[in-house]
C-alpha cells in the first residue's frame, strides 16, 4: 500500500462546478503539499501545510492531522485549471518528500 | 529571482551510456532533492544533498550519483542508462527548516533508446 494515496485519479468537470481532491496518507508527517504540474512537465507548488486551513484566490487546502487526510478544493473551476494535481508529504523523520500518484483534473468549457 | 533551472530539458541517449544531468536551485537554498517521475507515476525520491552532503537516498541502484557544488548547485548522473531510466528528472531545492516549502524545476526528459 502506497504511504500516500490520492483520490480520484481521474476527474473530468464543467467549467464553474465545485472541485474536491483528496490525500490520506499513513505515516507521521511535519508538512503537506499540493503541487500542480501540467503537460510539459514542471511543478508548481500551490500549498504547505502543516495544520488548518489555507485559501489562495480559488484554491482552498485543508489538512485533518488526526485523521491524515487532506483535501484540495477548487472553487469556480477553469479551463486553465485542467492539470495534474499531486499530493506530497514530508516525513517527520527525513527531509523527503513522499508523493501521491496525481489526481488529472480536466475541465471543460 | 530566478527560479530552480534545469539543464538540459530534454535529452535522447542509447542504452549502456552516461547520463549528467545539472540543477541550479535558488538563491539562498542550500538543499537540492532529485526526484524521478516516470510517465503515468507520481516522483519518486532519488537524492537529497545539503551543504554539499548527501542527505537521503532513495530506492534507487549504485547506477544514479550526485553531487553538490559549493555554489549549492547540483548534478546528478546516471551511468550504464537502461530503457526504464526514461523519465522525467526533477529538481527541487529548498531552504533547510523545521517546515519548509519546495521549489521544482521544470525538470529534464530524459529518453533511453
Known amino acids: 500500500k502506497n504511504e500516500v494515496e490520492q483520490s480520484p485519479q481521474n476527474l473530468t468537470a464543467q467549467e464553474g462546478e465545485f472541485i474536491t481532491i483528496n490525500c490520506s496518507y499513513s505515516?507521521?508527517?511535519?508538512?503537506l503539499h499540493w503541487l500542480q504540474q501540467h503537460p510539459g512537465g514542471g511543478i508548481v507548488s500551490l500549498f504547505m501545510l502543516s495544520s488548518g486551513k489555507k485559501k489562495h484566490g480559488r484554491l482552498i487546502a485543508t489538512i485533518n492531522i488526526q485523521e491524515k487526510h487532506s483535501s484540495l478544493h477548487i472553487t469556480a473551476s477553469h479551463p486553465r485549471d485542467s492539470a495534474v494535481y499531486i499530493c506530497?508529504?514530508?516525513?517527520?523523520?527525513?527531509?523527503?518528500?513522499?508523493f501521491g500518484t496525481g489526481t488529472r483534473l480536466q475541465v471543460f468549457p | 529571482d530566478a527560479g530552480v533551472t534545469q539543464s538540459p530539458t530534454h535529452l535522447i541517449k542509447t542504452r549502456g551510456q552516461h547520463v549528467t544531468l545539472r540543477c541550479s536551485p535558488i538563491s539562498g537554498h542550500k538543499s537540492v532533492s532529485w526526484y524521478q517521475q516516470v510517465l503515468g507515476q507520481g516522483p519518486q525520491f532519488i537524492f537529497q544533498y545539503y551543504e554539499k552532503e548527501e542527505r537521503g537516498r532513495g530506492n534507487f541502484p549504485d547506477r544514479f550519483s550526485a553531487r553538490q557544488f559549493p555554489n549549492y548547485s547540483s548534478e546528478l548522473n546516471v551511468n550504464a542508462l537502461l530503457l526504464g531510466d526514461s523519465a522525467l528528472y526533477l529538481c527541487?531545492?529548498?531552504?533547510?527548516?523545521?517546515?519548509?516549502?519546495?521549489?521544482f524545476g521544470s525538470g529534464t526528459r530524459l529518453t533511453v533508446v
Open positions: 505515516v507521521g508527517i511535519s508538512a
Open positions: 527541487a531545492s529548498s531552504r533547510v527548516g523545521t517546515v519548509h516549502s519546495y521549489t
Open positions: 506530497a508529504v514530508k516525513r517527520a523523520d527525513t527531509d523527503k518528500l513522499i
